[in-house]
């Protein structure tokens, strides 16, 4: 590659010139290459250790005049060839120039020029991101593509001097981390490291520091355990590799490949050695906080933050912290946890102004919104940048007023649709009585059925107003009070400032009148609610009537969703329930519908209208429980393996017991997936819900760590899961709320754990209290970090679960042994997903469904299957191997989907491995016939397909063709009747009948076809050491079978004719049956009606389209050219595929002889074979072989037999095939020592 001209000093050092004229020196870098000795070595370790910036490709170009003694470096290439044309371009067109200037100091400046001006030029085609990487970075990245023969379309990310500890030996080098793997090359004084380990074989990364390694990362796969230590920023690596492995699982997860943001700002000043996509994935990580933080909608883009105060105006102060800007909100976050949280959607914002700065107020800020708010920054550093990035984004904002201010907030939530409502005083009793409740009709989604539910279905189903007036309703109206004065004070809705006093609040319980507004508030819902005005109603409008596996199981689970509630007695609450989760599925289809979201959204009905309850769904599986509600609920696995950790952490005592029990695991999902609402009665619960909503999943840990607390004595004194389990059941069907105004709602829950004993209730708000006092501690950003370890855990245990059931799903079919298969599929899906993220296009990961059974989930294409077959196949055919692969592939994809699963491969395998000669050989034989040998003539593969795809029809026919031969003509126009229910019965028996394949199934052999087999068998046998013999053996079976077949067609009692008498006279041969190799179809109704060929020889058929092609081709001038059409055969088959009929296309009796094969190579008709004059150069029609005459012949042959019947070690194929995937340079001459992930 052309460097932009930088000086050298020492033009001699570390180099050797190999090349040079009066302008120009080409280079070698000492040490590479053949030779180097000492010096070379200490080059080489020099540098790996130091990176010396001595370039870091072996070969360079220096710019010199004569009398001065800097040089200039122009040029660096990785290879020989790379810099040798860089060298002829220069003499080729600077040398007669320069030699015109008199000034050496314009030569240089010519020459620099001139080269600024190529590298600009070829900059000028790039991808604009490849732009802003520096050339340093480029450099490692030619380097770390050449070191581990990576492909273009591997990104590098960034790279990191460090040591890797080798047994107690630390060896210097670079870690190299891309999208896909970590790297780590070491060269000291000729021992080589080479490491290539992909994220997603990744098991655990941990950064600890131990006596034997000072402060290192760990990285764990599942065969080995790697050390790196001696990092200048240890910190900064580690949040990085836990990045790209995190990206690695999600694409395990749910095929999310890794695509480039392209639209991150352009860095305000050229950053050194950080690459795009370093900063596109800190921008990511950023991101991610940012929207957790202020539980914002996932496409939340943070465009920058600077530090400032906020004026706080209920504790008259100025509170130091961050203001972060995005395109849609302005979010404040106190430095002090808890003091001050502040978010202002941009929809909101009235005016942005700049205030007069004074000394106690520098650079302030005023930010004004419609519900009459006024914000005030100060202490900001650069403030008329961010007042231009604020007004820009608020340009873009829609200008659409949002459904009404924050002061008419609840009646908004009441009715989305923005309809006037006569605002009532929250104290008035109208505010909460059915009749109130009906007295606006809500507008109806769907006419014609149930009326929507337009408000929270609590309030149309409260069964007794007397709590209202009792000391609870007292209570519940000082709670509603308490919330009024904080709005009065804090500010409502969105921009409401949220403080310790805001959690205090929550945690005493937020009144049922405003549980859905708040509930909507704290998880974020509501900014996406707002922003799709209509979204709801359309995904409402397009699932209605639809079905699908989702919509059954919601259907299966609706009256399920608390029916002991009196809302989920009846058709209102039931078909609001239907239409939220309906077009939850329909928004969503890779979750669709989990058990245990209709109960959650049964209580969001109670509180919330539909579209509420929708969009807190939305929040709740997609934002606060990530992953929870999927097909492998892999969320609240990570989470219970939190809970796991968190114990150990907090209750040591009770953490080894409850191991032993194995608890954790079963109460964990029930209570996480639910949110208690299943194990603990519906008022008490619903606090919980309350508190999830503000704090998130911090405090269902915490809940979950003080119960476990609770019980601690009764739970070590257990002898059994069951014991435990009862006890803990027992504690939480007794936590009641005594503040509740609503009825106590039986909870199914208790009948199954009540006792002998009165129970000890528990008060709900006491719990919760313990849980603060105890486990306060518990930081969410902790919980983030605990979350991505056992993330790697959890997504990596599954896909050990899917491999060992899939493994056990086709080992009883498959002659490899459990450990080969194991290894197998290790490999199979590693060619998957190099395809997912080194394929040219994304079509790959589009074939992986969560949904399908394990065995379906990795299926491989015809190339990524060439490739396996080539590595690992027994049987290699040199250049034709890839030939023999395509046939193999055509044959095992059974769908014709153009994909193959890993039970068809490992059949496909096990063919070539297992099974005695006739089994081995009988693979051999399938390959050399439709469907594998001719995909494109549809006519032959159809009449064949029945021996390939095991249809059953063929089965059945074969024997029905026995009965109609003994039972006469009568039975056969019986069974031609398309009435006949007996046949389906029998093909229905057959169907579930094994079906054990013989060697009398399979078809015969035309010559054609034969001739492609002995090609094959030619090219298997070329590279065995034993070749000779070999060759001679097959030679002389050929013959023999030739001979065979000739012989064969004279009892076939027929005369050399178009394939159309064949067919007309098909009917009155005697011998049609035996010479056919489908003869085993019969004239079945089903089989009789298809448009198919003669059944008397099928192979008359097959070979029409090659015979009328070669006819047309050899035979126009008469049949007196015959002698000389081979030439001409030979010479057109050059330009044709291995699999027409190449250059065997004249093949007869005694045409085959042991020399030709032997030392010719060239099987090609003998002139003076009577049979080739006698047929010209066409293909014998006639001719055919059957699968027992080739099995006879070849076992006279003792060197076939024990070529067959060899046995080949897999696994060393599997081990030497994963070295093949690394390709490592081949250019290095050093010790290689490779440890491979």
């Not at 950053?271 to 929207?291: F, P, Q, T, V």
């Not at 202490?379 to 984004?393: A, G, M, P, T």
């Not at 909870?747 to 009540?754: F, G, I, V, W």
Request: charged share 25%.
């Amino acid at each position: 590659m052309w460097l932009g001209p930088e000086e050298v000093l020492l033009a001699g050092a570390l180099w050797v010139t190999e090349r040079a004229n009066p302008f120009f020196l080409l280079q070698r870098r000492r040490g590479h290459g053949k030779g180097g000795g000492l010096t070379g070595l200490l080059v080489g370790t020099l540098d790996v250790v130091l990176d010396s910036s001595a370039r870091v490709a072996p070969y360079r170009i220096l710019h010199q005049t004569q009398d001065s003694q800097v040089y200039w470096a122009v040029a660096c290439g990785s290879s020989r060839k790379e810099i040798t044309k860089h060298w002829e371009w220069l003499e080729n067109n600077l040398l007669q120039t320069l030699s015109i200037f008199d000034n050496e100091e314009d030569i240089t400046t010519f020459v620099k020029g001139k080269i600024h001006g190529i590298i600009a030029e070829e900059n000028k085609n790039e991808q604009p991101q490849s732009e802003e990487d520096p050339g340093k970075f480029k450099e490692a990245e030619l380097k770390m593509r050449k070191q581990f023969g990576m492909p273009e379309v591997e990104k590098l990310v960034n790279y990191y001097s460090c040591s890797y500890w080798k047994g107690r030996v630390p060896r210097q080098g670079w870690l190299y981390l891309t999208v896909n793997h970590l790297c780590f090359y070491s060269f000291l004084l000729g021992k080589e490291v080479t490491l290539v380990i992909q994220w997603v074989d990744v098991t655990q990364l941990e950064k600890n520091a131990t006596l034997l390694f000072p402060e290192c990362i760990k990285v764990s796969t599942r065969d080995s355990e790697l050390y790196f230590s001696m990092f200048l920023n240890i910190n900064e690596t580690f949040k990085l590799m836990e990045q790209l492995a995190n990206i690695a699982m999600r694409q395990l997860l749910d095929n999310e490949t890794f695509l480039q943001d392209k639209s991150l700002p352009k860095p305000r000043k050229p950053l050194k050695n950080i690459s795009a996509l370093k900063r596109d994935l800190d921008a990511r990580a950023k991101n991610e906080c940012y929207r957790a933080t202020f539980r914002l909608p996932k496409d939340e883009c943070l465009d920058g933050h600077t530090d400032c105060t906020l004026w706080t105006p209920f504790n008259k102060m100025h509170i130091p912290g961050q203001m972060f800007v995005s395109n849609n909100y302005i979010c404040f976050a106190s430095k002090a946890e808890e003091a001050c949280h502040l978010i202002i959607p941009l929809r909101e914002v009235t005016i942005v102004e700049k205030a007069d700065s004074s000394s106690v107020l520098p650079s302030p800020l005023s930010i004004s919104t419609k519900s009459k708010m006024t914000f005030f920054f100060a202490n900001l550093k650069d403030r008329d940048f961010l007042v231009q990035r604020i007004s820009d984004f608020l340009q873009r904002t829609p200008s659409k007023k949002p459904c009404g201010s924050d002061r008419e907030w609840k009646w908004n939530l009441a009715d989305p649709g923005c309809e006037e409502v006569p605002e009532l005083p929250s104290s008035s009793p109208l505010a909460v009585s059915p009749t109130s409740a009906f007295s606006h009709q809500p507008v109806n989604f769907c006419a014609g059925e149930v009326p929507t539910a337009s408000q929270g279905l609590l309030k149309l189903f409260r069964r007794n107003s007397e709590e209202l007036l009792g000391p609870k309703g007292a209570k519940e109206k000082m709670k509603e009070e308490s919330w009024n004065i904080h709005f009065f004070e804090y500010g409502r809705g969105m921009c409401m400032y949220r403080t310790a006093k805001t959690r205090e609040l929550v945690q005493k319980g937020i009144p049922e009148n405003l549980r859905g507004e708040l509930w909507l508030l704290f998880s974020g819902a509501w900014n996406e609610m707002v922003t799709h005005p209509g979204y709801y109603a359309d995904l409402v409008e397009k699932s209605m009537g639809k079905y699908n596996l989702a919509t059954e199981e919601i259907e299966r689970d609706l009256h399920r969703s608390m029916p002991e509630h009196p809302a989920f007695q009846n058709e209102l609450g039931i078909a609001a329930l239907r239409r939220v989760l309906t077009a939850y599925a329909f928004r969503n289809p890779t979750i669709g519908y989990c058990q245990a979201m209709n109960i959650v959204t049964s209580v969001l009905l109670l509180y919330c209208n539909e579209e509420e309850a929708f969009w807190l769904l939305v929040a709740l599986c997609e934002r606060m429980l990530p992953d929870y509600y999927n097909t492998r609920v892999v969320g609240a696995l990570v989470d219970q393996g939190i809970f796991e950790e968190l114990t150990r952490e907090y209750l040591p005592q009770l953490s080894e017991k409850m191991q032993d029990l194995g608890v954790i695991s079963t109460i964990s999902l029930s209570w996480f997936l639910t949110l208690f609402l299943s194990v603990m009665p519906f008022e008490s619960a619903v606090v919980i819900v309350d508190c999830f909503f503000y704090e998130g999943i911090k405090f269902i840990l915490q809940v979950s760590l003080a119960i476990l607390d609770a019980n601690m004595e009764k739970l070590l004194q257990c002898s059994d899961e069951g014991e435990a389990m009862t006890i803990l059941g027992r504690y939480l069907d007794n936590v009641v709320n005594r503040q509740s105004v609503s009825p106590p709602i039986p909870h199914l829950h208790a009948l199954l754990t009540s006792g002998d004993d009165p129970p000890l209730e528990i008060d709900i708000f006491e719990l919760i209290k313990t849980s603060y006092e105890k486990f306060s501690n518990l930081k969410a950003d902790d919980i983030e970090q605990m979350r991505f370890k056992q993330r790697l855990k959890v997504i990596q245990s599954l896909e050990d679960t899917a491999k060992k059931s899939v493994v056990r799903a086709v080992s009883s079919d498959i002659g490899f042994s459990i450990e080969e298969l194991e290894e197998l599929y290790v490999v199979f899906k590693a060619k998957y997903l190099m395809s997912c993220y080194w394929g040219n296009n994304r079509a790959a990961a589009a074939r992986r469904d969560q949904s399908l059974p394990y065995l379906e989930q990795y299926r491989i294409d015809v190339e990524q299957f060439k490739e396996l077959f080539i590595s690992l196949t027994p049987w290699s055919c040199g250049a034709h191997t890839p030939v023999l692969a395509g046939r193999l592939f055509r044959l095992l994809d059974e769908n014709r989907d153009s994909l193959i699963n890993f039970k068809e491969f490992v059949t496909g395998m096990s063919g070539m491995y297992h099974g005695d000669l006739t089994e081995k050989l009988k693979v051999l034989y399938k390959l050399h016939l439709p469907p594998a040998l001719n995909p494109e003539e549809a006519e032959s593969a159809l009449e064949a397909t029945s021996y390939f795809t095991e249809d059953v029809t063929t089965e059945e026919t074969q024997e029905d063709k026995g009965r109609r031969n003994e039972n006469g003509p009568e039975k056969e126009e019986k069974g031609t009747s398309p009435q006949d229910y007996r046949y389906y019965l029998r093909m229905w028996a057959k169907e579930k009948e094994s079906k054990k394949e013989t060697i009398k199934d399979l078809p015969k052999m035309s010559q054609e076809q034969f001739i492609e087999l002995c090609k094959t068998l030619y090219n298997m046998f070329s590279e065995d050491p034993v070749e000779q013999e070999l060759y001679h053996a097959i030679a002389t079976v050929a013959s023999l079978l030739l001979r065979i077949g000739e012989v064969g067609k004279k009892f076939s009692n027929r005369p050399t004719r178009k394939s159309e008498d064949c067919k007309a006279n098909s009917t009155q041969d005697p011998v049609s049956e035996e010479e056919s190799p489908t003869s085993e179809q019969s004239q079945n109704s089903a089989v009789e009606q298809q448009p198919q060929a003669d059944h008397e020889d099928k192979t008359c058929g097959d070979a029409q389209p090659e015979k009328t092609q070669q006819e047309n081709q050899t035979l126009g001038d008469g049949p007196g050219e015959g002698q000389g059409s081979p030439l001409q055969l030979l010479s057109d088959d050059e330009t044709k595929d291995d699999m027409s009929m190449s250059s065997y296309s004249m093949v007869s009796t005694g045409s085959l002889q042991c020399e030709d094969i032997a030392d010719d190579t060239v099987l090609v008709g003998c002139e003076g074979s009577s049979s080739a004059a006698r047929y010209g150069s066409t293909i014998d029609t006639d001719w055919s072989i059957s699968f027992e005459q080739i099995l006879a012949s070849m076992l006279t042959e003792t060197a076939l037999v024990n070529y067959f019947e060899k046995k080949v070690n897999i696994l060393q194929k599997i081990k030497d095939q994963k070295k093949v995937e690394r390709q490592f340079s081949s250019s290095s001459d050093y010790e290689l020592s490779s440890v491979s992930g």
